[in-house]
Each structure stands twice: as structure tokens, then as C-alpha cells.
């Protein structure tokens, strides 16, 4: 089983940046996809970006148009932690972002077997 938690979240200005932190436990986190969602009010649940496992070494990404080219994933597997860093804010970045793991390369949430609890990003224009 896999504990993700979420942490570095608040109130940003539009145009600065923001870096969010997910803790993973569990000893087979480096095998897992690892996936950051977002949610606004009203909206459904929406694919951010990922990060792929130890097979492929932590370094292949996949992001969503939206946010390509501002946001940036990574992922330490030593210190079981993954990272979103968001460059260039905008108000409609504005959601509850969530951590997820999956144990293969997808955008789907129904695929993510795990999920944080999710954190508030507020972006202020």
C-alpha cells in the first residue's frame, strides 16, 4: 500500500511560482507512475502531468497542454518524494491539486491506485 501527502500549497500571485511536494511511503514507490491532477470547482478532475517509475529511470514525463511549458515534475526516489513546480501561475491554475500513483503510464484517474489527500492552489490575479 502507498501514503501520499500533499504539502506546499497556498496563495500565489499570478506569474510567480509555486512547488508542491508529495511524500510517498511504501517500499515499491519507484515502480509506480506517479501522477498530479487538479480539480476546480464545478469542474471534473483533470490530468496535470506524470512521471514515470524506476524502469524508466524517473525521467519520462507527460503533461497536459494546458500547463506545458510552466510546469515541471520530477521525482526524488531516495526521498520517496515527487514534485510539481509551477512557473508563470495564472488564476485558472487555480484548484485542489492531488498526488496519485499508478502502477502504469496513463491520465486516466481511474487508473491511479492511490491518492493524496489534495492541496488548495489559489492563484490571485
Known amino acids: 500500500q502507498v501514503q501520499l501527502v500533499e504539502s506546499g500549497g497556498g496563495l500565489v500571485q499570478a506569474g510567480g511560482s509555486l512547488r508542491l511536494s508529495c511524500a510517498a511511503s511504501g517500499r515499491t514507490f519507484s515502480s509506480y507512475f506517479m501522477g498530479w491532477f487538479r480539480q476546480a470547482p464545478g469542474k471534473e478532475r483533470e490530468f496535470v502531468g506524470g512521471?514515470?517509475?524506476?524502469?524508466?529511470?524517473?525521467?519520462?514525463?507527460r503533461y497536459a497542454d494546458s500547463v506545458k511549458g510552466r510546469f515541471t515534475i520530477s521525482r526524488d526516489n531516495a526521498k520517496k518524494m515527487v514534485y510539481l513546480q509551477m512557473n508563470s501561475v495564472k488564476p485558472e491554475d487555480t484548484a485542489v491539486y492531488y498526488c496519485?500513483?499508478?502502477?502504469?503510464?496513463?491520465?486516466?484517474?481511474?487508473?491511479?491506485?492511490?491518492w493524496g489527500q489534495g492541496i488548495q492552489v489559489t492563484v490571485s490575479s
Open positions: 512521471i514515470g517509475g524506476i524502469i524508466w529511470s524517473g525521467t519520462l514525463t
Open positions: 496519485a500513483a499508478a502502477t502504469s503510464w496513463s491520465s486516466a484517474p481511474g487508473d491511479y491506485n492511490y
